[in-house]
């Protein structure tokens, strides 16, 4: 399973950006799907999240700014994002994550990430 990220780049604050992430490889509309970010020497965080039902999640940070989408025909999902703020400035990362069940009937979850894309937010 790869993971493509795309649609960063230099936006002044107040504006708005869309980030993509296509998947190639299993099945995308079994995916929970999610973007984190992350700041040098910080940790990577949640930003989004959307479940293969379409369920949404957004951190507070970015709840009523962002909006989570996702495509199963195009096995893509997006990150709208809006208002921007400085720091919103990251690198954005998309994750996969496909939940199976073992022989023991645990469930057990598969990550793939990909390779993040920087979002530079000026003022």
């Known amino acids: 399973v790869q993971l493509q990220a795309s649609g960063g780049g230099l936006v002044q604050v107040g504006g708005s950006l869309r980030l993509s992430c296509v998947v190639s490889g299993g099945t995308f509309r079994n995916y929970n799907m999610a973007w984190h970010r992350q700041t040098p020497g910080k940790q990577r965080v949640l930003v989004a999240r959307i479940s293969s039902g379409g369920s949404t999640y957004y951190a507070a940070s970015v709840k009523g700014r962002a909006t989570i989408s996702r495509d199963n025909a195009k096995n893509t999902q997006y990150l709208q994002m809006n208002v921007l703020k400085p720091e919103d400035t990251a690198v954005y990362f998309c994750?996969?994550?496909?939940?199976?069940?073992?022989?023991?009937?645990?469930?057990?979850?598969?990550?793939?990430w990909g390779q993040g894309t920087q979002v530079t937010v000026s003022s």
């Open positions: 994750e996969a994550e496909e939940v199976h069940y073992n022989d023991a009937g645990e469930a057990v979850a598969d990550t793939y």
